[in-house]
């Protein structure tokens, strides 16, 4: 594990000025995507944002956001124009459901679905077999990205080059009782993603009568609730425990083949510490795990007001870069 020279910005001290002006206040970066809709093996569908890179066989950097996030996230845009910048082509994939619009079928996405990702992959791929793919992923989709690369080891298309994963949650039961905790902040952050999950999950309801209990998705006031109401029943888990555990990301680290960076804050509001794959890491070849000092999740603020910086997304272009530098070498 290394601890990265990383200066949190003054203006933002603790760890939820920083998260909170990450998510909803710092400038945005305004990409100009060009967006398609994928049709995925089981009649679902993804909609992915593009954009075009340096040369027609630019590497291309695939792009997961996190809980209730979308392609139009501030973290989203800010990665995708830092690798315009270095010449990349971009892929920001959306969620089911994520992406303004509902997906056809009932299930949804959760932390340990892979399959999507896999498919994104696997297209792309197949679109030119001798052009660089690069991957990145935020909180929930560092989590999917993370579990994808223990699962499938050296099983992974060859033009797969490395990946970055940042505030992941490593362990989704120490995640969810973070966010059901007592206090103001946990409170923040549990109710502006349940509200968005509650919604969905009644329009689903409404679509599909008879498989989700409306009355209860509105009485859920919890992760632990929502989780064991909607996420396990309708993605074939026994029970919101159930999920956390086979979908924890932790337990994958190990069988990770490909360059992997992991960038964590020691004082991340929604990741603790305790969650930190530390000693698979240290055992993995191909797995860095820089942990801060400070910077939030999906933060890493540093600079001053009037000029902010956003550390993780310039470490992982120049992780990306390096790694793809290498190879060519």
């Not at 992923?137 to 970055?164: C, I, M, T």
């Not at 039961?173 to 968005?196: I, K, N, Q």
């Amino acid at each position: 594990m290394r601890s990265p020279a990383f200066q949190r910005a003054a203006w933002l001290p603790g760890p939820h000025l920083g998260t909170v002006y990450a998510s909803v206040a710092r400038p945005l970066p305004r990409p100009r995507f060009r967006r398609e809709r994928w049709d995925l093996p089981d009649g679902d569908f993804v909609d992915v944002d593009r954009l075009d890179g340096a040369s027609g066989r630019a590497p291309v950097l695939v792009i997961s956001h996190g809980l209730e996030g979308s392609s139009r996230a501030s973290y989203v845009r800010g990665l995708a124009a830092a690798a315009s910048r270095r010449g990349f082509a971009v892929a920001a994939w959306n969620f089911r459901g994520c992406s303004g619009e509902p997906n056809r079928l009932l299930r949804q996405y959760h932390s340990g679905d892979t399959g999507d990702l896999g498919a994104i992959v696997d297209r792309l791929s197949a679109e030119d077999p001798d052009r660089s793919i690069a991957l990145a992923g935020f909180s929930l989709g560092g989590n999917q990205l993370v579990k994808w690369l223990g699962e499938r080891g050296d099983d992974l298309p060859a033009a797969v080059r490395s990946a970055v994963a940042i505030s992941v949650p490593f362990d989704l039961a120490l995640c969810a009782t973070a966010l059901d905790g007592p206090g103001f902040w946990p409170w923040v952050y549990r109710e502006r993603f349940l509200r968005r999950l509650r919604r969905k999950a009644l329009r689903k309801a409404a679509d599909h009568p008879g498989r989700i209990d409306a009355d209860a998705v509105r009485r859920t006031t919890t992760f632990s609730g929502y989780d064991g109401l909607v996420t396990a029943p309708l993605h074939g888990f026994e029970s919101a425990e159930d999920y956390w555990t086979r979908s924890s990301s932790a337990q994958f680290v190990a069988g990770v083949r490909r360059p992997l960076l992991l960038l964590s804050a020691d004082d991340d509001p929604l990741v603790s510490p305790r969650s930190l794959p530390v000693e698979a890491a240290a055992r993995n070849q191909a797995v860095t795990l820089e942990v801060t000092s400070g910077g939030g999740h999906v933060a890493f603020v540093s600079g001053a007001p009037w000029r902010p910086r956003f550390w993780a997304e310039e470490r992982a272009m120049d992780f990306l870069a390096g790694c793809l530098d290498g190879a060519r070498a």
